[in-house]
């Protein structure tokens, strides 16, 4: 049985009568997620259609999830609001801080010594407060949801931006930062722009070497790493009601890369044979029972560009396998395009690394396909010749391809079997080399590749690819080889070509697993402490954010003019800083180290106004708090792209920056700097950018009549004594300007417990 499954069956009994009431206010078909969005308002349904991209919705989500990196500061946040228990079902996964090294054994047993502390802080956090906890092992967070939580019709948040897998089984599933988490298990409204939508048609059918990975890998590079900002992707038609569900979850785990909000199936068969094979045939059945809403109305599909605001056609028949890089997720190469690009580029054509799994690719299917062009090369005498890893999703799935043989298959051909959890996805790969800073590449077949991202080095090559063409080029050793088209020799100098790979939805015999990882919350947890060592350099008890002082801001100082790409990464590194995630003040010490300074084009060297030298950013921003200064951050565009991370609006506001200022935000960096009462603004003119000085001193004005859709007013005071002023757009809604006043959300829920 499922667990939540009252809660469940409670969101569907209203369901039919809530899709009709919205039917009638919005006096159109609907598509399915505006199903589920209407269907989880917090407020009663409005007089007319909430506008897309552009109003403030309250929404009322069913659950909440969150992985162990982020679960730190959400659940310190949290342990300040108030409250006995959580308000919704919700889950801690413990799958960032195992470091891949080794192998999956010695892995594990070295992250549970190292990080015993925050896992017992997490442990006792969630017993205490009726949370779910997911051991060390058991799995990736977003796998795991999928496996065991996730439900047709359903709308949860998770604090990690690949909560989006769960769009796999139809679920409203969105990333979102600590504070919204805060606020959900709070028991207060949660609050989402409403998106845009975007369409994606899908027919034909899948066939060869083709899989549900290109069709992401194809439509980010179509959208770009912003082009789905503020925007669901909903996927429809016979092609998608072909793919697997977890084929399905692959798409929306992906959907991340290109800044989307979520991206979503609609229920089928597929899920239903899912949800059944994971023991939870109750789901199904009560999703059967309903399953005309939890499909878009049949009027929206046969004519999609009345109802989305973009429609993308992509035919599965036709589709090729694509490779997408390097250092971006939306550089995409059809297969057969590919080779010619490597040489062209010259990007190091020797294949290093290939690494398949992770929450996007590790199902028994992704592994099962994998596997079988394993045991090809077994028995056609090839070995990798490169070093292959495995990630399975979670324990479930390991045990199961344990059980069947495919592991073992996999060892044969020389691969090493990791620990299920995120390691090398995420800077967590304590990688083998002989020089950390040689020009290199890699593929694997999980979802982001930005430089540095997986193994620290900036010259390290990373492409994304399908589990399946992961392991045919790691048995090449090289990037241009095709295996549609390409023979390659083994052991005995023979020439041998790799046949179609083929694999298995759902396991024959059934899941299986001995220890699942999952710990049950206290049924009264009143009586258990949580205990925070105060010498403790990973975890730290949380003060409040000073309110605003009631004027404008004047005196602040540049800190840095970043120039380019500045993802979450950079302002906020992983790695191994992944350990100060319970710990500001500590974890502060990265802020900004990444990016590049627009003035010097170097990294972490900004100029520091009080001495007129030149110092790490975190050092410069320390000594202007020392002194009582604030200070501004600029930005280019789509900055803060790519994780949910929110240390990266919380390390700012920590040490004393007032406001960042920048052509566009991600959309979750931008709600997180709101939630921490930071300023986040953006130019006006986009060309006021290259106004700014590196010198300038910044006044900030408007702020005492500051109101939605009113400008503010930005003053440059140059070096040489000059002025510049120029409008910036802002876009806080009423709610939003008072987080800012209070000097953060959470100030406002705290106070409210408290009255």
Not at 263 to 277: H, N, P, R, T
Not at 336 to 360: D, R
Not at 718 to 730: A, I, L, M, W
């Given at each position: 049985?499922?667990?939540d499954?009252?809660?469940?069956?409670?969101t569907?009994?209203?369901?039919e009568?809530?899709?009709n009431a919205a039917?009638?206010?919005l006096?159109?078909?609907?598509?399915l997620?505006?199903?589920?969005l209407?269907t989880?308002l917090a407020?009663?349904?409005p007089?007319?259609?909430?506008?897309?991209?552009k109003?403030?919705?309250d929404?009322?989500?069913?659950?909440?999830a969150?992985?162990?990196a982020?679960?730190?500061?959400?659940?310190l946040q949290?342990?300040?609001?108030g409250?006995?228990?959580?308000?919704?079902?919700s889950?801690?996964?413990?799958d960032?801080?195992?470091?891949?090294?080794?192998?999956?054994?010695?892995d594990?047993?070295?992250?549970?010594?190292t990080?015993?502390?925050?896992?017992?802080?997490?442990?006792?956090?969630?017993n205490?407060?009726?949370?779910?906890?997911?051991?060390p092992?058991?799995?990736?967070i977003?796998q795991?949801i999928?496996e065991?939580?996730?439900?047709p019709?359903?709308?949860?948040?998770?604090?990690?931006?690949h909560t989006?897998?769960?769009?796999?089984?139809?679920?409203v599933?969105i990333?979102?930062?600590g504070?919204?988490a805060?606020?959900?298990?709070?028991g207060?409204p949660?609050e989402l722009?409403?998106?845009?939508?975007?369409?994606?048609?899908?027919?034909?059918?899948?066939?060869?070497?083709?899989?549900?990975?290109d069709?992401?890998?194809k439509?980010a590079?179509?959208?770009?790493?912003?082009g789905g900002?503020?925007a669901?992707?909903e996927?429809?038609?016979?092609?998608?009601?072909?793919?697997?569900c977890?084929?399905?979850?692959?798409?929306?785990?992906?959907?991340?890369?290109?800044?989307?909000?979520?991206?979503?199936?609609?229920?089928?068969?597929?899920?239903?044979?899912?949800?059944?094979?994971?023991?939870?045939?109750?789901v199904?059945?009560l999703?059967?029972?309903?399953k005309e809403?939890?499909?878009?109305?049949?009027?929206?599909?046969e004519?999609p560009?009345k109802f989305?605001d973009?429609?993308?056609?992509?035919?599965?028949s036709?589709l090729?396998?694509?490779?997408?890089?390097p250092f971006?997720?939306?550089?995409?190469w059809?297969l057969?395009?590919f080779?010619?690009?490597?040489?062209?580029?010259?990007?190091p054509?020797?294949?290093?690394?290939?690494?398949?799994?992770?929450?996007?690719n590790s199902?028994?299917?992704d592994?099962s396909?994998?596997?079988?062009?394993?045991?090809q090369?077994?028995?056609?005498?090839l070995?990798?010749?490169?070093e292959?890893?495995i990630?399975p999703g979670?324990e479930q799935?390991?045990?199961t391809?344990e059980?069947d043989?495919?592991?073992?298959?996999?060892?044969?051909?020389?691969?090493?079997v990791?620990?299920?959890?995120?390691g090398?996805?995420i800077?967590?790969?304590?990688r083998?080399s002989?020089?950390?800073?040689r020009?290199?590449?890699i593929i694997t077949s999980?979802?982001?590749?930005?430089?540095?991202r997986?193994?620290?080095n900036?010259?390290?090559?990373?492409?994304?690819?399908?589990?399946?063409?992961?392991?045919?080029l790691?048995?090449?050793?090289?990037?241009?080889?095709?295996?549609?088209?390409?023979?390659?020799?083994?052991?005995k100098g023979?020439?041998?070509?790799?046949?179609?790979p083929?694999g298995?939805?759902?396991?024959?015999?059934?899941?299986?697993?001995?220890?699942a990882?999952?710990q049950?919350?206290?049924?009264d947890?009143?009586?258990?402490?949580?205990l925070?060592?105060?010498?403790?350099?990973?975890?730290?008890?949380?003060?409040?954010?000073?309110?605003?002082?009631g004027?404008d801001?004047?005196?602040l100082?540049?800190?840095?003019k970043a120039?380019?790409k500045c993802?979450t990464?950079?302002?906020?590194?992983?790695?191994?800083w992944l350990?100060?995630?319970?710990?500001?003040d500590?974890?502060?010490?990265?802020?900004?180290?990444?990016?590049?300074?627009?003035?010097?084009?170097?990294?972490?060297?900004?100029?520091n106004?009080?001495?007129?030298?030149?110092?790490?950013?975190?050092?410069?921003?320390?000594?202007y708090k020392?002194n009582g200064?604030?200070s501004?951050?600029v930005g280019?565009?789509?900055?803060?792209?790519?994780?949910?991370r929110?240390?990266?609006?919380m390390e700012?506001?920590?040490?004393?920056?007032r406001?960042?200022?920048v052509?566009?935000?991600?959309?979750?960096?931008?709600?997180?700097?709101?939630?921490?009462?930071?300023?986040?603004?953006t130019?006006?003119?986009?060309?006021?950018?290259?106004?700014?000085q590196?010198?300038?001193v910044i006044?900030?004005?408007g702020?005492?009549?500051?109101?939605?859709?009113?400008?503010?007013?930005?003053v440059l005071?140059?070096?040489?004594?000059s002025?510049?002023?120029?409008?910036?757009?802002?876009s806080y809604?009423e709610?939003?300007?008072?987080?800012?006043?209070?000097?953060?959300?959470l100030?406002?829920?705290?106070?409210?417990?408290n009255a």
């Amino acid at each position: 049985m499922a667990f939540d499954i009252d809660m469940i069956k409670n969101t569907y009994a209203g369901l039919e009568a809530k899709v009709n009431a919205a039917r009638k206010v919005l006096n159109r078909p609907l598509t399915l997620t505006e199903k589920i969005l209407y269907t989880h308002l917090a407020d009663d349904l409005p007089k007319k259609p909430f506008e897309r991209g552009k109003s403030y919705v309250d929404f009322k989500p069913d659950r909440v999830a969150m992985q162990d990196a982020t679960a730190q500061m959400a659940l310190l946040q949290f342990m300040q609001a108030g409250r006995q228990s959580v308000a919704v079902p919700s889950t801690v996964h413990c799958d960032h801080l195992i470091v891949a090294k080794s192998g999956a054994e010695e892995d594990l047993k070295r992250a549970i010594k190292t990080n015993e502390e925050v896992f017992n802080f997490l442990s006792s956090v969630s017993n205490k407060y009726g949370i779910g906890f997911w051991k060390p092992g058991a799995g990736i967070i977003h796998q795991v949801i999928l496996e065991n939580y996730a439900f047709p019709g359903g709308m949860m948040i998770g604090t990690d931006s690949h909560t989006v897998n769960a769009g796999g089984l139809g679920m409203v599933a969105i990333g979102v930062g600590g504070a919204d988490a805060c606020d959900v298990m709070a028991g207060l409204p949660w609050e989402l722009k409403m998106p845009r939508l975007i369409g994606v048609k899908l027919t034909g059918k899948l066939s060869g070497w083709t899989s549900s990975k290109d069709v992401i890998l194809k439509v980010a590079g179509i959208l770009t790493v912003k082009g789905g900002t503020d925007a669901i992707v909903e996927y429809f038609g016979e092609g998608a009601d072909s793919l697997s569900c977890t084929g399905k979850g692959t798409i929306c785990n992906m959907g991340a890369e290109i800044g989307a909000t979520t991206s979503i199936f609609c229920y089928d068969e597929k899920m239903a044979e899912y949800l059944k094979g994971t023991g939870r045939a109750d789901v199904a059945k009560l999703a059967d029972e309903i399953k005309e809403h939890l499909r878009g109305d049949k009027e929206v599909y046969e004519n999609p560009d009345k109802f989305f605001d973009q429609v993308i056609e992509i035919n599965l028949s036709e589709l090729e396998p694509h490779i997408n890089g390097p250092f971006t997720p939306d550089l995409a190469w059809p297969l057969s395009k590919f080779a010619a690009a490597v040489k062209e580029n010259g990007w190091p054509e020797k294949l290093e690394v290939g690494l398949i799994g992770s929450c996007t690719n590790s199902s028994y299917e992704d592994i099962s396909r994998a596997a079988s062009l394993a045991k090809q090369a077994v028995d056609k005498n090839l070995k990798a010749k490169s070093e292959f890893t495995i990630t399975p999703g979670s324990e479930q799935v390991r045990y199961t391809v344990e059980r069947d043989g495919y592991l073992g298959v996999f060892d044969k051909m020389g691969g090493v079997v990791l620990a299920n959890a995120c390691g090398p996805c995420i800077g967590q790969w304590d990688r083998h080399s002989d020089d950390p800073n040689r020009k290199n590449s890699i593929i694997t077949s999980f979802n982001r590749n930005f430089a540095k991202r997986n193994d620290g080095n900036p010259n390290t090559h990373a492409f994304v690819a399908s589990p399946e063409i992961v392991t045919a080029l790691a048995l090449a050793g090289n990037l241009t080889f095709n295996p549609m088209t390409d023979t390659l020799e083994n052991e005995k100098g023979e020439k041998v070509k790799l046949a179609e790979p083929s694999g298995i939805e759902m396991p024959p015999k059934g899941f299986e697993v001995k220890d699942a990882g999952y710990q049950e919350p206290a049924k009264d947890g009143s009586k258990v402490q949580v205990l925070v060592n105060p010498e403790s350099s990973r975890l730290q008890l949380l003060d409040p954010f000073p309110a605003w002082e009631g004027s404008d801001l004047k005196g602040l100082k540049l800190l840095i003019k970043a120039k380019g790409k500045c993802t979450t990464d950079h302002i906020s590194m992983a790695g191994p800083w992944l350990k100060y995630r319970g710990h500001l003040d500590n974890i502060s010490n990265n802020m900004l180290i990444g990016a590049v300074n627009y003035f010097n084009d170097k990294t972490n060297s900004v100029k520091n106004q009080l001495t007129g030298e030149f110092d790490e950013v975190p050092k410069v921003q320390r000594d202007y708090k020392k002194n009582g200064i604030g200070s501004v951050v600029v930005g280019d565009e789509n900055y803060g792209e790519g994780s949910s991370r929110e240390h990266a609006a919380m390390e700012p506001r920590h040490l004393g920056v007032r406001c960042v200022l920048v052509k566009s935000f991600a959309r979750i960096h931008e709600t997180n700097l709101k939630k921490q009462g930071m300023l986040a603004l953006t130019f006006a003119d986009k060309k006021d950018y290259d106004k700014i000085q590196e010198d300038d001193v910044i006044d900030i004005l408007g702020l005492t009549s500051f109101s939605p859709d009113k400008q503010l007013t930005i003053v440059l005071n140059h070096k040489d004594g000059s002025k510049e002023e120029f409008p910036v757009n802002h876009s806080y809604n009423e709610q939003q300007i008072e987080w800012f006043k209070a000097g953060g959300a959470l100030n406002i829920i705290r106070a409210g417990v408290n009255a």
